[in-house]
């Protein structure tokens, strides 16, 4: 389905509204993301990733909420995309987490949740200390989105200016 979704309107990255001087550019052919891939592409410093799901076509900083590993990277399936770093799992539908990171950490809500391990690995010793501490204040936030239109054959974004 190579048609944007609507994201929920609270989502929208900062600066990313055509009010805030966004401005809609071109960022891929179609041909270039077919249903099921994922792609970074690259204006000035910002890494964005475009997405093309099961249910439509979705762009949002391609960095991971937890601790920025690129998602680009990662797996889709279907409407989720899972982090290559600490097997975070994040529904493009709507924003939330699926799955917390390996780490463990606060979600968006600020609520705790404790280390865990992946079937079938070692656990890991989580040492008290600086780090435990960081990995169990580090927030994992919802997704931000920007809007995406498509202008004949291209994938056009609106990038804050
Ligand atoms: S950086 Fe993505 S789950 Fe940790």
Redesign the pocket.
């Known amino acids: 389905m190579s048609t944007p979704f609507n994201f929920r309107p609270e989502l929208r990255a900062p600066g990313a509204s055509e009010a805030a001087g966004a401005t809609f550019r071109p960022a891929a052919l179609l041909a270039e993301l077919p249903e099921g891939t994922l792609l970074r592409v690259t204006f000035g410093d910002l890494d964005i990733l475009l997405a093309h799901t099961d249910r439509g076509i979705v762009a949002i900083d391609d960095r991971?909420?937890?601790?920025?590993?690129p998602?680009s990277i990662g797996r889709l399936d279907g409407c989720v995309v899972d982090?290559?770093?600490?097997?975070?799992r994040f529904d493009l539908a709507t924003g939330e987490a699926v799955q917390m990171?390996?780490?463990g950490g606060l979600d968006a809500d600020g609520a705790y949740h404790p280390v865990w391990t992946p079937a079938g690995k070692e656990p890991k010793p989580d040492v008290p200390g600086r780090k435990a501490d960081a990995r169990r204040l580090t927030r994992?936030k919802r997704l931000r989105y920007y809007p995406v239109r498509i202008s004949g054959s291209t994938i056009e974004v609106a990038v804050p200016s």
């Not at 991971?64 to 590993?69: E, F, I, K, L």
């Not at 982090?83 to 975070?88: E, K, Q």
């Open positions: 991971c909420p937890h601790m920025s590993a998602l982090c290559p770093l600490h097997d975070g990171p390996n780490t994992v």
